[in-house]
């Protein structure tokens, strides 16, 4: 079974910083793309920024410029390095990885969610 936990979700003024974390773990053979969702109240889930296993990233046009993905292959984690936070980065954050497990075909994976919270 794989399990994606994130962390580093919470409340910043304007301005500010955040750095979320997740951690892919359980009976892992390989992981492809990884990446962080977001959801905001009433809206859709949308693409935050996304990282291939060679290092290739993308990121929402929202974002760029602002946030950083990166990810640590051996340790099978990802992150997500927020910078000049608005109040409409304010959802819930969703860490998803394209896992192929070591006895099953690969799917995608989600976390939990983490809230970030955004304050003007």
């Known amino acids: 079974q794989v399990q994606l936990v994130e962390s580093g979700g919470g409340l910043v003024q304007a301005g500010g910083s955040l750095r979320l974390s997740c951690a892919a773990s359980?009976?892992?053979?390989?992981?492809?793309?990884m990446g962080w969702y977001r959801q905001a109240p009433g809206k859709q889930r949308e693409l935050v920024a996304a990282?291939?296993?060679?290092?290739?990233?993308n990121y929402a046009d929202s974002v760029k410029g602002r946030f950083t993905i990166s990810r640590d292959n051996a340790k099978n984690t990802v992150s997500l390095q927020m910078n000049s936070l608005k109040p409409e980065d304010t959802a819930v954050y969703y860490c998803?990885?394209?896992?192929?497990?070591?006895?099953?075909?690969?799917?995608?994976?989600w976390g939990k969610g983490t809230l970030v919270t955004v304050s003007s």
């Open positions: 998803n990885a394209d896992v192929v497990p070591k006895w099953s075909d690969g799917m995608q994976y």
């Open positions: 990282v291939t296993s060679g290092g290739s990233t």
């Open positions: 359980g009976s892992i053979f390989s992981i492809n793309d």
